[in-house]
């Protein structure tokens, strides 16, 4: 095949993911996305094995079982993976992606010609740019996401680790590593060319180990554009079309999210990245007067309250993905429903772990879509609301966010939960939430305590109505 | 001809062609862009797109969003693809070169492929479960 037809056809695998991210802007678009995306991707692989330059069948066989293996373990995670574990999941592939461009980089280091780089010793010295950055972004993702992925499975503690002088070594790691891109671009070295990738390896894990749990929704995005701009770093490496395009594509992607998150939390990108929110020594509890009352009910008290208002909205946090408690919520409400009280959810940008966690598990319940709505769109209503059901919600319903700013959260955007007649809030305990702030709202007259696992209180729920 | 004078002749020509391509240059007639500009140029228009495309997704997609740039991100298996079928040219590289270069390559396709397949699936697997009020 000519040059040329090579380079249109990797083009139109660009083009298709493109296509693929744009159906995404809405459900029913979005499956058809998804087709585009694999035919892009068929396309490329279809359109590399015909240039590469084997003919050897002992290269073919390797391909094929390759492709195999990898195939067979991805159709098998992806049809056995529960849910409530996509976020895990997602930062184990980010962590696969990160490698595989470690090993190409590695790859095209040793064997130039057949990515048609030149010969060892003699390369371009912008394609050793781009193999030194690539590489080295695809350490840290691969070494991040795999740091995240432990404290998202429960391996580790999700609380932050930090230690003395962190940022220092960080600092002075992350110079070496430009030194050490300079030096491998000037003089083509395995050795500097390893040393490189250990030393990302390394930042890697030390840049995600002290950021907190519920930050992990930044860290994800953060790592999902990193993939990306490795990708891309690959992609300038082979002289890649495709690869260059999706590489942008999914690098713009993660930093777009990265800054919802972020502004999800009225926090900067460096707050989250330095690290240390919400961990032990920070945790502001002026409030924490264990003696303070609280109205506690049953869940027959709440079942009674709910069936008898107009309107609830319910707000669902990480407790409800924990508790595995999406199925009972949606039962819930069908018996709400039949008694006719109009129900609706909210959600918050940062609830979960990860961009969207709660929309997936409503869907997965079987929650219509159209009944789910966001924040901005959804925080008028409450004044209007008769009931707002919190579960394992905590930080983004805390007013103190409006009004104290002494609070660590004290800007965030928060569901005004508090404005609507009525607030049950299901929780394990009156444990502060992940900031560490008390949360005035569980104090007031018109709150609710439902002290309990909340897949149990909800079934408990669905029995009483 | 013998061999000699078409040496002779190509090189003559081949002196002509680049006196000829360096005066055009010089004239700012004809100037050789790099590949990399070329490149990069693609990689900038490609982040703008990906700047209004990825504003356009709905936030309650965002979980696919992330699954889906996973699976495409998976494009590098082109480059796994190209080392496992890397060939040994004598003079060009060490037969040990290739063959680590053929294992990382294999290594990569596996990774690749399990991302491909798992990331294409599991958005699958999301999408089909988002349903509208019937």
């Given at each position: 095949?000519?040059?040329?037809?090579v380079?249109?056809l990797y083009?139109v695998s660009?083009v298709?993911?493109?296509?693929?991210l744009?159906?995404l802007?809405n459900?029913e678009?979005?499956?058809?996305?998804?087709i585009f995306?694999i035919?892009?991707m068929a396309i490329?692989v279809?359109t590399?094995?015909?240039i590469?330059a084997t003919?050897?069948i002992?290269d073919g066989m390797?391909?094929?079982?390759?492709i195999?293996?990898?195939g067979?373990?991805?159709?098998?995670?992806a049809r056995?993976?529960?849910?409530?574990?996509m976020?895990?999941?997602v930062?184990a592939f980010?962590?696969l992606?990160?490698?595989?461009?470690?090993l190409?980089?590695a790859?095209?280091?040793y064997?130039?010609a057949?990515?048609g780089?030149?010969?060892p010793?003699?390369?371009?010295?912008?394609?050793?740019v781009?193999?030194g950055?690539g590489?080295t972004?695809?350490?840290?993702?691969?070494?991040?996401?795999?740091?995240a992925f432990?404290?998202?499975?429960g391996l580790?503690?999700?609380?932050?680790?930090?230690?003395?002088?962190?940022?220092l070594?960080n600092l002075?790691?992350g110079i070496?590593?430009?030194l050490?891109?300079?030096?491998?671009s000037?003089?083509?070295s395995h050795?500097?060319?390893w040393?490189?990738?250990f030393?990302a390896?390394?930042i890697?894990?030390?840049i995600?180990?002290?950021?907190g749990?519920?930050?992990?929704p930044?860290?994800?995005?953060m790592?999902n554009s990193y993939?990306?701009?490795?990708?891309?770093g690959?992609?300038?490496t082979?002289?890649?079309?495709?690869l260059?395009?999706?590489?942008?594509l999914v690098?713009?992607?993660g930093?777009?999210l990265?800054?919802?998150?972020?502004?999800?939390?009225?926090?900067?990108?460096?707050?989250v990245?330095l690290?240390?929110?919400g961990?032990?020594?920070n945790?502001?509890?002026?409030?924490?007067?264990e003696?303070?009352?609280?109205?506690?009910?049953?869940?027959?008290?709440?079942?009674?309250?709910?069936?008898n208002?107009g309107s609830v909205?319910?707000v669902?946090g990480y407790?409800?993905?924990v508790a595995q408690a999406?199925h009972?919520?949606r039962?819930m409400v069908d018996e709400l429903?039949?008694?006719g009280?109009?129900v609706?959810y909210a959600?918050?940008?940062?609830a979960g772990?990860m961009?969207?966690?709660m929309?997936?598990?409503?869907?997965e319940?079987?929650?219509?879509y159209?009944?789910?709505y966001?924040?901005?769109d959804i925080n008028?209503?409450f004044?209007?609301t008769d009931v707002?059901?919190?579960i394992g919600?905590?930080?983004?319903?805390?007013?103190?966010a409006?009004?104290?700013?002494q609070s660590?959260?004290?800007g965030?955007?928060?569901l005004?939960?508090?404005?609507?007649?009525t607030?049950l809030?299901i929780?394990?305990s009156m444990?502060s939430?992940?900031?560490?702030?008390?949360n005035?709202?569980?104090?007031?007259?018109n709150t609710?305590?439902l002290?309990?696992d909340?897949?149990?209180m909800?079934?408990?729920?669905?029995?009483?109505l | 001809m013998?061999?000699e004078s078409?040496?002779?002749?190509?090189?003559?020509a081949?002196?002509?062609?680049?006196?000829?391509?360096?005066n055009?240059?010089?004239a700012?007639?004809l100037?050789?862009?790099d590949p990399f500009?070329?490149r990069l140029?693609?990689f900038?228009?490609?982040?703008?797109?990906?700047?209004?495309?990825?504003?356009s997704?709905t936030?309650?997609?965002h979980?696919?969003?992330m699954s889906?740039t996973?699976?495409?991100?998976?494009v590098i298996i082109?480059?796994?693809l190209l080392?496992?079928?890397a060939n040994?040219?004598?003079g060009?590289a060490?037969?040990?070169?290739i063959?680590?270069?053929?294992?990382?390559?294999f290594?990569?396709?596996i990774?690749?492929?399990?991302?491909?397949?798992?990331?294409?699936l599991?958005?699958?697997r999301m999408?089909a479960?988002y349903?509208?009020?019937?």
């Amino acid at each position: 095949m000519s040059a040329n037809i090579v380079a249109f056809l990797y083009l139109v695998s660009g083009v298709c993911f493109i296509l693929a991210l744009r159906g995404l802007s809405n459900p029913e678009s979005a499956r058809l996305g998804n087709i585009f995306g694999i035919s892009g991707m068929a396309i490329a692989v279809l359109t590399t094995l015909t240039i590469s330059a084997t003919t050897n069948i002992l290269d073919g066989m390797l391909i094929i079982l390759g492709i195999t293996i990898g195939g067979g373990i991805g159709i098998y995670i992806a049809r056995k993976i529960p849910m409530t574990a996509m976020p895990q999941l997602v930062a184990a592939f980010h962590s696969l992606v990160g490698l595989a461009a470690v090993l190409v980089a590695a790859a095209a280091l040793y064997a130039p010609a057949a990515m048609g780089i030149g010969s060892p010793g003699n390369m371009h010295m912008s394609s050793l740019v781009e193999m030194g950055l690539g590489v080295t972004i695809g350490a840290i993702t691969f070494t991040g996401s795999i740091v995240a992925f432990t404290k998202l499975q429960g391996l580790v503690s999700g609380s932050p680790l930090t230690f003395p002088k962190q940022h220092l070594i960080n600092l002075l790691i992350g110079i070496s590593l430009v030194l050490m891109i300079i030096a491998f671009s000037l003089t083509e070295s395995h050795f500097i060319f390893w040393a490189l990738t250990f030393t990302a390896l390394l930042i890697g894990i030390l840049i995600i180990i002290p950021i907190g749990g519920a930050d992990m929704p930044v860290v994800i995005s953060m790592l999902n554009s990193y993939s990306g701009w490795a990708a891309a770093g690959i992609g300038f490496t082979l002289g890649n079309t495709a690869l260059i395009i999706t590489g942008a594509l999914v690098g713009s992607s993660g930093a777009i999210l990265s800054y919802i998150m972020c502004k999800g939390m009225n926090r900067s990108f460096f707050n989250v990245i330095l690290g240390g929110f919400g961990s032990d020594n920070n945790s502001v509890s002026s409030d924490t007067d264990e003696n303070r009352p609280v109205k506690r009910g049953s869940a027959e008290d709440a079942a009674f309250i709910m069936k008898n208002a107009g309107s609830v909205i319910i707000v669902p946090g990480y407790g409800m993905a924990v508790a595995q408690a999406q199925h009972a919520l949606r039962e819930m409400v069908d018996e709400l429903k039949k008694a006719g009280v109009s129900v609706s959810y909210a959600i918050h940008p940062v609830a979960g772990r990860m961009p969207g966690h709660m929309n997936v598990l409503l869907a997965e319940a079987q929650v219509p879509y159209d009944e789910v709505y966001e924040l901005e769109d959804i925080n008028s209503q409450f004044s209007q609301t008769d009931v707002t059901f919190v579960i394992g919600a905590n930080d983004v319903t805390n007013p103190a966010a409006k009004t104290d700013p002494q609070s660590p959260i004290y800007g965030m955007p928060i569901l005004d939960v508090e404005r609507s007649g009525t607030v049950l809030f299901i929780k394990r305990s009156m444990a502060s939430g992940y900031a560490g702030v008390q949360n005035e709202l569980f104090f007031r007259d018109n709150t609710m305590m439902l002290f309990g696992d909340a897949k149990k209180m909800v079934e408990n729920i669905v029995k009483s109505l | 001809m013998n061999k000699e004078s078409i040496v002779n002749v190509i090189d003559a020509a081949n002196v002509e062609a680049i006196t000829l391509v360096s005066n055009l240059e010089h004239a700012g007639v004809l100037d050789v862009v790099d590949p990399f500009m070329f490149r990069l140029s693609i990689f900038i228009l490609a982040i703008f797109i990906g700047y209004y495309v990825i504003w356009s997704v709905t936030p309650a997609l965002h979980t696919p969003l992330m699954s889906v740039t996973n699976a495409i991100s998976s494009v590098i298996i082109v480059g796994a693809l190209l080392s496992v079928g890397a060939n040994f040219i004598p003079g060009s590289a060490e037969a040990s070169d290739i063959f680590y270069a053929k294992t990382f390559g294999f290594f990569a396709l596996i990774l690749a492929s399990i991302n491909i397949f798992g990331g294409f699936l599991v958005s699958h697997r999301m999408l089909a479960m988002y349903k509208k009020k019937v």
